[in-house]
Structure formats: C-alpha cells, structure tokens
C-alpha cells in the first residue's frame, strides 16, 4: 500500500497516512481518544442530569480543568514548589485549617474579665475553682467535645512535630467525657 498526503483530524498538519490512518503522530491519536471519552461522559451526565447534551456542553465549556483533570493539580503543585512547600505538608495544613473552624460552645468560652491562671508545670492554662463548678456539660457539649477529639484525633495521626502534644489533649478530653457520663 502506497502512502498517501493526509490531514491530521487533531491539530491540521499533513502527513503521509498508510491505510486508515488519521492522526500524524501517537500524541495526537491519544488527545482524539481522551476527547472522544469526553463526549462520552459529557453524553451521560446529560443523560443524568435531565438537559440536553448542548446544556452540558455549554456549562462544561468554561471549566478547563475536565479536558485535562491533571492541569489544576499541575498549577497547584507548581505553586506548591514555588513556595518550597510539599504536596503532603499543603494537605496537612489544610486539614489543620479545617478542623480549626469548630465553634466553641458558650461554656468554654472565658468572659474578658475572667482570671485564667498559667500552670508552669502543665501546657494548658487552669480554671479556677469557681468556674469549674458552672460549667455544666449539656448535650450541645458534648457533640462539640466529641467532635473537637475526632479532629485533634487526625491532626495528632498527620502531624509529626505536635502529635505528641495533641494526643495529650485527646486523652484529656476523653477523660472528660468518661467522668461526664459517670455523673
């Protein structure tokens, strides 16, 4: 079989195509496959969302990240390395932040006037007596109490340096939550 001038379907060079053959390099060959995989899932998220093919097709057209899923990963890595921050380090960091956001119900939140006296000999500061004997555990106290153990619970599991740390408040917490359900 003679090899015959062709035009690529992907990027529109000629070349000399033997037999069937539509694209000018494997690169090419491969963008057409990935596309048509496009139009595929496009197809049937049509189908699952109930709108037209050319719906999705329009929504989808702003969003360049579903030709190539890697391509955001890639800009956020890039960024990462700029920074001289590990991928890993970045997923701790948010994780941290997450969890961070928990609201804190009224019972442990110390008015402006309040005394909270520093114990040297323990990390964390010390209630006073008083105080003690106001804070009552409600159920809204407990969920909070048990959330906030989960989540110390993962960032000690991810964090190397203050693992240690945090475990000790997860064990105090539970503490807590043991003599609460004694009562």
């Keep these: ?13 000629e070349f000399e195509g033997i037999g069937t053959a539509k694209y000018c390099s494997r690169k090419c060959k491969n963008k057409a496959i990935s596309k048509q995989k496009h139009e595929n899932y496009l197809a049937h998220k049509a189908l699952a969302l109930g709108k037209t093919l050319e719906q999705v097709k329009a929504e989808d057209a702003g969003n360049t990240e579903s030709e190539d899923p890697k391509r955001g990963l890639d800009a956020k890595l890039g960024e990462l390395r700029e920074k001289g921050q590990t ?3 970045a997923q701790k960091a948010d994780t941290i932040e997450k969890f961070a956001r928990i609201e804190i119900p ?23 007596a008083e105080r003690k004997k106001s804070m009552y555990m409600d159920s809204q106290v407990r969920e909070f109490l048990a959330e906030l153990m989960e989540a110390l619970s993962v960032i000690a599991a991810n964090d190397d340096v203050f693992g240690g740390i945090v475990e000790v408040y997860v064990d105090r917490i539970s503490k807590v939550l043991k003599e609460e359900a004694q009562k």
Excluded: H, N, W
């Design 106 to 128: 009224d019972p442990f939140v110390s008015s402006p006037d309040e005394e909270i006296i520093e114990d040297p000999a323990e990390d964390s500061p010390v209630i006073p």
């Design 1 to 13: 079989m003679r090899p015959s001038l062709r035009t690529c379907k992907i990027c529109g060079k």
């Design 87 to 89: 991928y890993a380090q």
